[in-house]
């Protein structure tokens, strides 16, 4: 079985060294019951066509300087930087308009792939505001129990957001966009040669998970300041 099925088919725990879920839980099998339609998902042997998935771009689309950070919305180093140094990258490149910033998501097992969904649920408007409440929560959600209550926890953080259920039931049961969001995962990580999260691509690129002094100074070594 490869990772797109197992991510859109039977749950199994598909992280590396510390991106487990919890310390003690790998390759665990859970029923299906109560999930998600998304989460029931298979794919064919048919090309999937990933043209409808766009990039959640943040700050200036313009810049000559881009970012793009490929993270996993169940990594605990993804919640640290999402924590405190995107925060400083906001205020200093961000929302000053000197780089153009764009989030793409890695999933490593379904729960990820859920909250993918719920983050995109409310579209580029309402995306980088649940991206930080799924990141302040991660602890909650992420280790619920059951997939079922882990999906209750992901549908209460899309109702923070603004999100009714009816939005939210469409986005969770839309197993045609799981398919697609997968597939353009692998297009990216193979493309990028994405490894582990979080990674940047800055200007093409790639670099490791690394304190904010080093990358602001690569930052600015780009902009010529």
């Keep these: 079985m490869n990772r797109r099925n197992v ?5 199994a ?6 991106w487990y879920l919890t310390s003690n839980r790998s390759a665990t099998t859970y029923p299906d019951a109560a999930l998600p339609g998304a989460a029931n998902a ?3 042997d048919e090309q999937i066509d990933t043209s409808g998935i766009a990039d ?3 700050g200036n689309p313009d810049a000559t300087v881009e970012i ?10 993804c919640a640290s930087f999402h924590a405190g140094p995107f925060k400083q990258l906001k205020a200093d490149y961000i929302d000053t308009g000197k780089i153009k ?3 793409r998501e890695v999933f490593f097992d379904r729960f990820g792939l859920w909250a993918s969904l719920v983050a995109r649920c409310g579209g580029p408007e309402k995306f980088f505001g649940i991206t930080d409440l799924l990141y302040q929560n991660q602890e909650t959600w992420s280790r619920a129990g059951e997939p079922a209550a882990i999906v209750e ?3 209460r953080i899309g109702r923070l957001a603004g999100l009714d259920t009816e939005t939210l039931e469409a986005c969770l049961q839309d197993g045609e966009r799981a398919q697609q969001m997968v597939a353009w995962y692998q297009q990216n990580a193979e493309a990028d040669g994405i490894e582990s999260t979080p990674t940047f ?6 670099y490791s998970n690394m304190a904010y002094s080093d990358m602001k100074a690569i930052i600015d070594e780009a902009l010529g300041a």
């Design 13 to 18: 725990v598909l992280g590396l060294g510390g």
């Design 101 to 103: 910033f764009v989030y």
């Design 201 to 206: 691509m800055i200007n093409g690129e790639r």
């Design 7 to 11: 991510l859109l088919g039977g749950f």
């Design 68 to 77: 793009i950070e490929y993270a996993s919305y169940t990594c605990p180093h």
């Design 42 to 44: 298979q794919t064919s």
């Design 56 to 58: 959640m771009v943040a």
């Design 153 to 155: 926890e992901l549908r």
